[in-house]
């Protein structure tokens, strides 16, 4: 199954810029390539990215 990537918004291209905007209930994960990043809730990562191979690469509080 395809992940529905308009879920993941709009990609960042820096960590750093993603670790700034996201607030403490959300999370920044990364795709494959680690060249794009992503902030979302803990629910959309469990719904389909995390099956896709999308990792975390901040967590939620941080």
Do not use: H, W
Not at 4 to 11: A, E, F, I, M, Q
Not at 18 to 41: H, Q
Not at 53 to 62: D, F, R, T
Request: aromatic letters at 10%; zero cysteines.
């Amino acid at each position: 199954m395809a992940l529905d990537v308009s879920k993941l918004g709009l990609p960042y291209f820096s960590l750093d810029a993603a670790a700034v905007d996201k607030s403490p209930s959300e999370m920044v994960i990364t795709d494959n390539s680690g060249e794009n990043y992503y902030i979302v809730t803990r629910e959309v990562y469990e719904d389909g990215p995390q099956q896709q191979g999308y990792k975390i690469v901040v967590n939620e509080g941080e």
